[in-house]
Each structure stands twice: as structure tokens, then as C-alpha cells.
């Protein structure tokens, strides 16, 4: 099974970046050869692993995608750099986020058959 990284790096809602992003996992998940799928939240991004996100529907919630994929066995993680930065160490992340690091990160990419940042 092929393995892909993404990496985002965008704040939730103010582009469409991380919801193409999340599209394309899901569309990655799905596919006729599924892959696995790994999501690394860094920068602004990591506003995507928060939880009780509000979206005028769930097709544009960010949360709800990210649920649904790790329900689907992508693995997320939030640079823990990135978020301690923001002021969201502590914070309430959506079930299955956990907190990451830059090695781990590199151990990903290092691994990974594609890797595509966002």
C-alpha cells in the first residue's frame, strides 16, 4: 500500500488550501488503490486539529473531515512546536490528533511514497 504525506500548512477558513487538502486524502483513502494517508499540522494549520470547529455545513467543516479520515486510519499530527507557539498546547483536539514533532515528521517523509504540502 502506498503511503502519503501531507503536509499542512494553512490556517483553517482563510483559504481553501487545508479543505483541498483534506479532499484529497479522503480521495486518497477511497481510491481504486487506497493509500495511507498521514496528515502533519504545522504552522497555522494546526487550527485544523481543534476541536468544536463551526462550519455554515459539514461539507466546509474542517473538524468533520478530519474525523472522518482518521475514522478511515489516517494517522494526524500537530507539530507540538507549533502549537505551543500559538498558545494551544493544552488545547481540546479533535479525537486522534496527537501532538508531533519535527523528527517525526522527517521519519514520515522519509518513509512516504509521495508527500504533498499544502
Request: aromatic content about 6%.
Amino acid at each position: 500500500m502506498r503511503t502519503v504525506t501531507i503536509i499542512l500548512t494553512d490556517a483553517p477558513y482563510g483559504t481553501d488550501r487545508p479543505y483541498n487538502a483534506l479532499r484529497l486524502a479522503a480521495a486518497l483513502q477511497q481510491g481504486q488503490a487506497p493509500a495511507r494517508v498521514r496528515v502533519f499540522l504545522m504552522c497555522d494549520a494546526v487550527g485544523v486539529g481543534l476541536r468544536g470547529q463551526s462550519a455554515p455545513n459539514e461539507d466546509l467543516n474542517l473538524g468533520w473531515r478530519l474525523e472522518g479520515l482518521i475514522a478511515k486510519g489516517a494517522e494526524v499530527a500537530v507539530c507540538g512546536l507549533c502549537a505551543e507557539t500559538r498558545g494551544l498546547a493544552g488545547a481540546a483536539w479533535i479525537e486522534g490528533v496527537r501532538m508531533g514533532s519535527m523528527p517525526e515528521l522527517a521519519c514520515w517523509v522519509a518513509e512516504s511514497d509521495s508527500v504533498l504540502t499544502f
